[in-house]
């Protein structure tokens, strides 16, 4: 499964984000593969598209951060999948 995950940084914790990232580089967990990953910021989010048949992985590496940033994350599909379900 697919997952576009947005996440939001508080301006009060913009640089602990920043130390935080520059220390580990947000990387996923195993089981967990990263396809992308864009930073806004200007505006304080980006957004991450990631890929895994394990949801419980994808929380578990959030809650590394979920103290600094807040996360909306939906399950998405391609083309040729929505195509199946559309029929």
């Known amino acids: 499964m697919q997952f576009m995950v947005k996440y939001d940084v508080a301006p009060e914790y913009r640089d602990q984000v920043q130390q935080q990232f520059k220390a ?6 195993e089981g967990v593969e990263m396809l992308g990953r864009w930073h806004n910021a200007p505006s304080l989010c980006g957004y991450i598209l990631c890929e895994t048949d394990n949801p419980v992985a994808i929380g578990k590496w959030f809650q590394e951060w979920t103290h600094i940033l ?4 939906e399950m998405v599909v391609s083309d040729e999948e929505i195509a199946e379900v559309i029929g």
Do not use: D, H, Q
Not at 70 to 73: A, G, M
């Open 24 to 29: 580990t580089g947000g990387l996923p967990p």
């Open 70 to 73: 807040s996360f909306e994350v």
